[in-house]
């Protein structure tokens, strides 16, 4: 029995009722798709993959996230392939589709994530875990992250370096700052991941830079690098799970960020949590 439904790029996705092999080429929905207890039916994972680790290790590794091992992908049979718009790649994700059905989120803010985690919870039977993990999130941002500030601290944060290149707008992470109590001084930015210098980084006169731990694995030699570059600036290294994961890692995100306001507030040099 199959049945038919929508993914979130508007495509037309025809899956069993009963999905047995699915592969999950999204880091952040691998962990979810574990947390909705599918077991031995999760068959394939990326090899960026990592939570929770004793999972992924007994899992059979499919590729990378921009650079699939389809001859792998072949060997499990697929009946259901979870993809991402922004972290997987078209032209694989198309020649997957060929042969296999595969679900393609689309996410861009907290809404979007949480409609995805239905969906796919939906696809697997497993509706009510995924209702009540959601609700869970929901309620865990209804609280006030900011510290009662009354201006938001303005913050740039960086996800890569040669080039430095940090969150503009319209993407997960740039709602997730705002969420958290932040201001994103890139937020109107053009580009959802700009490259930028560090005279537009001066010229846009951040309080906060903030260095995400992925992808580009920044380290206390970046902290003293920008600290030379741009010495009224506070920057610290924040865990980049809380801001760009959009699977139930969600569940912890929101306490991470009251944490990390609180320290703002003392100004103690911005260490993170």
């Known amino acids: 029995m199959k049945r038919i439904v929508t993914d979130q790029l508007g495509r037309i996705v025809v899956v ?3 999905p047995q092999r699915v592969i999950s080429l999204v880091p952040s929905l691998t962990e979810y798709l574990h947390d909705l207890d599918l077991g031995e ?5 990326t090899r960026y993959c990592s939570r929770p680790r ?3 290790k007994g899992r059979v590794s499919v590729g990378g996230t921009k ?3 389809f001859q792998r992908i072949a060997s499990l049979k697929p009946d259901l392939v979870i993809a991402n718009k922004e972290e997987n790649y078209q032209s694989g994700i198309e020649q997957l589709a060929e042969q296999y059905p595969v679900w393609v989120s689309d996410i861009c803010d907290l809404d979007s994530a949480l409609t995805a985690l239905q969906s796919i919870a939906e696809l697997v039977n497993r509706a009510d875990t995924g209702r009540d993990m959601i609700h869970q999130i929901r309620h865990s941002f209804d609280q006030p992250l900011d510290a009662g500030l009354t201006e938001p601290p303005r913050v740039a944060y960086f996800i890569w370096r040669n080039p430095w290149m940090v969150c503009g707008s319209n993407n ?3 709602d997730m700052l705002r969420r958290a109590g932040f201001h994103n001084v890139f937020t109107e ?3 959802r991941y700009p490259a930028i210098t560090m005279n537009k980084i001066a010229e846009m006169e951040p309080d906060f830079l903030l260095l995400s731990s992925e992808p580009f694995p920044f380290s206390e030699k970046h902290i003293e690098e920008l600290r030379h570059l741009l ?3 506070n920057a610290c290294i924040v865990d980049a799970e809380p801001f760009s994961w959009y699977g139930s890692r969600l569940l912890h995100a929101a306490d991470y960020f009251a944490k990390l306001n609180q320290q703002y507030v003392a100004r103690d040099g911005c ?3």
């Open 16 to 18: 069993p009722l009963e």
């Open 54 to 56: 004793d999972v992924v």
């Open 41 to 45: 039916r999760l068959a394939g994972v």
């Open 271 to 273: 260490k993170g949590p």
């Open 172 to 174: 997960f992470i740039d």
């Open 67 to 69: 650079k699939f091992d």
């Open 231 to 233: 010495p009224l600036c």
């Open 189 to 191: 930015h053009a580009d």
